[in-house]
């Protein structure tokens, strides 16, 4: 049976009432506490700051799961290290010296991620494999919750599985948008370790169940 880390999203929770919403994922079951950050450059939308991770880091004791959805994340880094996020993943396009980018990410505390969106290639993380503790596919284009997986996106997955087991890598390998009950066993049957469920969480009426139906469905994949 295959153990996989659930995510859910914030970025679909209901921000006028975070820290309810906060609690209802970590005692429904989550692994994981995916934050979505948008900069209005990046991607058009403008998300959450790192005022906001301080805020909600007493509300729950699981991994902090940041996603810079960020133009110069290098920027960023040590406020959200410093606001308590334990993983902080930049986008490789946003990054000119991405190898650096990951290492500070490191030297700050945290875990290093790094994400590509769905046209940037796999071979692109040859080079960054020695200072990465997790690969983020997007497997839709960011900046807005509740869109539709991209198929083409599996393959992806299943060729960055290879290149970590290949590299000897024990890297999270985490997969972001349109994960829900269809989709999620085509992306754990690829290799998935790691899944983003934004919607398929929190416009769900109990948060619990859907990540329990998510849960069964990935240990079948
Ligand atoms: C998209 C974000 C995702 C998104 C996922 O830019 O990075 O984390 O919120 O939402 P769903 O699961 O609804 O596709
Ligand atoms: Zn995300």
């Keep these: 049976m295959k153990e996989i880390i659930i ?66 994340p290098d920027r960023q880094v040590e406020a959200f290290a410093k606001a308590g996020a334990d993983i902080i993943t930049v986008h490789q396009e946003a990054c000119i010296h991405l190898e650096r980018t990951l290492q500070s990410i490191r030297e700050a505390g945290c875990k290093a991620g790094v994400s590509l969106n769905p046209g940037t290639p796999v071979s692109t993380l040859a080079s960054v494999m020695h200072c990465v503790d997790l690969v983020l596919l997007m497997s839709v284009n960011p900046g807005y919750g509740g869109q539709s997986y991209i198929h083409a996106v599996t393959d992806k997955i299943a060729q960055a599985r290879r290149m970590l087991d290949d590299a000897g890598s024990s890297a999270w390998l985490e997969v972001d948008g349109g994960v829900n009950a269809t989709t999620i066993a085509e992306v754990v049957g690829a290799g998935a370790t790691a899944v983003v469920a934004g919607s398929a969480v929190y416009n769900k009426p109990d948060y619990a169940a859907a990540m329990a139906e998510l849960r069964t469905l990935a240990a079948s994949a």
């Design 7 to 72: 995510a859910p999203s914030i970025l679909s929770a209901d921000f006028s009432n975070l820290e309810k919403e906060i609690r209802a994922i970590d005692d429904g079951g989550c692994d994981w506490v995916h934050v979505d950050v948008m900069d209005g450059q990046f991607v058009p939308p403008i998300t959450i700051g790192d005022n906001i991770v301080k805020a909600i880091r007493p509300h729950t004791a699981k991994v902090m799961d940041v996603h810079l959805m960020v133009q110069n």
